[in-house]
């Protein structure tokens, strides 16, 4: 018998219903979330829903090499990014750059043969994986990770590069690239190239990494048969002009980090992705000299649901300077136009652009850009090809490839990237450079740490900072060098208390922020916990050493203690070392000392170093040294001991000189010394806070 359509269509329905009720809707893209897949495609795998899984995820979008990063303050991410477009530009790689706190790892073991795995690894404070990172290295780290198969070895299949950032001025320099590397190795992963070691101590990060990176890609490219090509200039990001939108539009960021406070909402939780624009109660100047700032501020987080513990430490979210945001304008020709507004949009499913948009050239230049930090070697290299004229195209490749002239041009003069432009081009435009260059080869402004200088037991709501202004006087330089956030929060200081010309001395800056969301006295921020903290029963003696604003933690620790002993408790002994240039210039809270001396009585000992005041300099390590009877009994009293401040040579100082304090009452070898000093680390009754 002959079907009728009729017949056909409901046959064909029934058909259809049945393969979907067997194939549970797989063929039909309705996955678990479908929610999940739709965001996955129409933002580039950047929103909320996107899978964990890092092998579908390279699959999807058709990469053969992932960069992951470990970061803290945005230089790994940096390095991953910058990886990621050399790749692709020189080696036709298909590249992606994940941050390893956003997969998983159990699944390791499946990593295709023919893809490569980059990591690109910060170590943090005591040999420390960043924040984001901590899940992975855990994971990997761990005797018997839980892979999904039972291969063997199980990381057979994972080709890897590594490379690390690390100072060596801290104990454990570059852990977390070695452990990890030496974790990959053991489970049979195969690196390729050498692990590679970047040192902020000495102040070689960026060149370090330029020289591990072209042998590893020399190798990389001879391991998967990649062939070299020329390397173009090929954006992430497109700009995209909204000319139906004004910088007064309400959907227009202009610097608001996020959605909430674009639409006036902002509410916790409060984090690194979600400043509280906090209002600064009290602010004042510390020091009794001219030249020189430190800020002692009082940030008030009552209105927040923000808390904090006694040693953590406060982030702020600085803005960058008018000046220097006018000079960036002004250089690529932008100035006219620095209030149209734009969107960004990524070009890479796995990219993400680093700020909201849409919004102005001004707002990501002020806000988003870290376009005061010094200038990257390579990131001339890639502009040279926009150069104004042939000459300077010339210089910038020669700037690019010339390690030494680099430095006596440019890195030694503290020039940033509008100035060095300017600099190399005689004041000529440079119009030609797409803007996504800029938002691809500079670092995300990033907030700044500081050393919660008040006890969350003394005043639970209100955070103090103690703050050293950064300004340097840079030979062959007529005006000096700024730290972007102290010159921020010394305006912020100006206006709070106002001073008479305050731009005379400082920098203008837009301190009323975004759409004038930070009027009054606002500065964006948040909290960071630290490991470091007081023992927990009051009555263990402690020793502080904090010079400088290194005593910014100290300060806390001895009003926590006087306000325990107020309260009765059994406090243990307290001994401050505090050192500064002279006492009637930089001794930090010297009359405060005072109080709580009255307070703890013989409990509490101040010890100072004053290393300009006679003929021979003296710093609180030498004064440690002359106390070593007492402090070798306070550590056999299990003393708990506490250092803050410069990480490159005192905090070094501090701890060879406990060695050999150790050694010499103990009448023991230097070696036991240091070994013992090693074993309080470990128990962590030595606790460290530098930077
Ligand atoms: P930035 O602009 O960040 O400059 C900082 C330095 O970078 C400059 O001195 C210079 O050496 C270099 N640099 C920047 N731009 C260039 C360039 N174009 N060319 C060459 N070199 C350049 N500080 C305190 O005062 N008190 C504290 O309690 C405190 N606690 C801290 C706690 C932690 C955990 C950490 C990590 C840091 C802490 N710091 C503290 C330091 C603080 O975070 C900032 O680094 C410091 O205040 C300088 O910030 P800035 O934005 O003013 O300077």
Redesign the pocket.
Known sequence: AQLDTLDIVVLAIILLGTAAYLTKGKVWGVTKDPYAASMVNANGGAKAGKTRNIIEKMEESGKNCVIFYGSQTGTAEDYASRLAKEGKSRFGLETMVADLEEYDYDNLDTFPEDKVAMFVLATYGEGEPTDNAVDFYEFITSEDPSFSNSNDPPLGNLTYVAFGLGNNTYEHYNSMVRNVDKALEKFGAHRVGEAGEGDDGAGTMEEDFLAWKDPMWAALAEKMNLEEREAVYEPIFAIVDRDNLTKDSPEVYLGEPNKMHLEGSARGPFNAHNPYIAPIAESKELFNVKDRNCLHLEVDISASNLSYQTGD?IAVW?TNPGQEVDEMLSILDLKDKRDAVISVKALEPTAKVPFPTPTTYDAIIRYHLEI???VSRQFLGTLAAFAPDESVKAEMVKLGSDKDYFHDKI?KN???IARTLSVVSGGKKWDSIPFSAFIEGLNKLQP????I?SSSLVQPKKISV???V?S?LIPGRSDP?K?????YLLALKQKQNGDPNPEAFGLTYELTGPRNKYDGVHVPVHVRHSNFKLPSDPSKPIILIGPG?GV?PMRGFVQERAKQAESGENVGKTILFFGCRKRSEDFLYESEWEEYKKVLGDKFELVTAFSREGAKKVYVQHRLKEKAKEINELLQQKAYIYVCGDAANMAREVNTVLGQIIAKERDVPESKGEEIVKNMRAANQYQE?V?
């Open positions: 430490h600085p005061c930090a010094p890195s503290h020039y940033n700044r740490y500081y050393s200088s103690t703050a050293v950064e340097q060098f730290g972007v956030a102290t010159n604003t910014a806070d930077w």
